[in-house]
């Protein structure tokens, strides 16, 4: 790699860690190709990205960002993973670590805030910003169903009550 494919690579990070949600930091010694290639798919699908980058240009391009403060986890093999969504990048990464004991998380940061391995797995337990927003319609949309509900029963009673002396005075 060059000197112009490395500063590329750096103003590309400094751009990702500058506009990311949080960043997950993890070992990935002794992962295949093939599992990788997995990480990377599920982490795309849920709308984040998987980069192994050398720990040198990685910390080069953490510089004046809010993750500033995860300079230290990068040590041997790692890999960074990152999203815009704050919970997506931790639920990817940590229901890959259920299942591959070879992925272990080191840390990470929301914004400014610097997690733990303990940190990043809370933050994976919490529904993401899609869960969030359909449990919003769903809460706001049974109100209103209720509210149409409400409005609209007197007005049957009403017209029930018309119909009966209706059909009251057809009978006498």
């Known amino acids: 790699m ?5 500063r590329e690579l750096v103003t590309g990070l400094n751009d990702a860690f500058s506009n990311a949600g949080s960043v997950v930091v993890a070992h990935y010694a002794g992962i295949t190709v093939a599992q990788m ?7 795309r699908q849920a709308g984040g990205t998987v980069k192994v980058a050398k720990n040198r240009l990685a910390k080069i391009a ?10 230290d986890l990068f040590k041997g093999q790692t890999l960074v993973a ?3 969504d704050p919970i997506a990048a931790p639920k990817v990464a940590s229901e890959f670590a259920k299942t591959n004991d070879k992925l272990v998380i080191l840390g990470g940061s929301m914004g400014t805030t610097l997690l733990n391995a303990d940190g990043v797995k809370a933050l994976a337990s919490l529904p993401s ?7 919003l319609v769903g809460m706001i949309a049974t109100p209103a169903t ?3 509900q409400i409005v609209n ?3 049957a009673s009403v017209a029930r009550v018309i119909g009966a002396y209706a059909r009251k005075d057809e009978a006498a």
């Open 82 to 84: 990152y999203s815009e």
């Open 37 to 43: 290639n997995d990480l990377r798919v599920k982490m």
């Open 129 to 135: 910003l899609d869960e969030l927003r359909a449990k």
């Open 62 to 71: 953490l510089q004046g960002t809010e993750s500033e403060n995860i300079i």
């Open 2 to 6: 060059d000197r112009a494919e490395k």
């Open 153 to 155: 029963a007197p007005a």
């Open 146 to 148: 209720r509210i149409a």
